[in-house]
């Protein structure tokens, strides 16, 4: 391997300095093996595409999530207590009426709604929603002045851009 090296000094303070690589041979053998290296790496980057390409299989997942159908209903009862998320609480439907728990110290509207629209209707289900008081336990640095975490010193109505459910007028 040669490599030209220049050095102008004609004035000292313009110092010039190249270096031409232009000169590099390799071996024989040392050709061949990168050569040979790039050419497996070649073949082996098209196998690759070619087995990982996407295909038109498609895969049906059991059990993911399902699309929500929109019913109308009424609502019977509501009281503040105790929010339940979960697919067993929120939204279960059912035959019998669900009756809400009064909880005053509660983060949720828990509405006790009759279905009167879609598949279900006539059917029953609870509804919580997410009360202003419901989020002092995720706030850094704030104490809730209860074992639940609840901030009482909120109103117990619905959070902004919740959905307002209030008990139908008795006729």
Do not use: Y
């Amino acid at each position: 391997m040669t490599a030209d090296h220049d050095h102008h000094d004609a004035d000292p303070a313009t110092h010039v300095h190249s270096h031409s690589l232009s000169n590099i041979s390799l071996g024989k053998w040392a050709s061949r093996v990168v050569i040979g290296l790039l050419a497996i790496i070649g073949v082996a980057v098209v196998a690759g595409v070619v087995l990982l390409w996407p295909s038109q299989l498609r895969v049906s997942v059991p059990g993911g999530p399902q699309t929500p159908s929109l019913s109308n209903g009424t609502v019977a009862e509501q009281m503040i207590g105790d929010c339940d998320f979960t697919p067993n609480g929120n939204g279960q439907v059912s035959e019998t009426q669900p009756h809400p728990v009064l909880n005053p110290d509660g983060g949720c509207l828990n509405s006790s709604v009759r279905i009167t629209s879609g598949q279900d209707s006539g059917k029953w289900t609870m509804f919580s929603i997410g009360t202003q008081r419901m989020n002092v336990s995720a706030v850094p640095g704030q104490t809730p002045s209860n074992r639940t975490g609840v901030d009482l010193s909120r109103p117990a109505t619905p959070a902004p851009a919740s959905p307002t459910c209030r008990p139908a007028p008795r006729s």
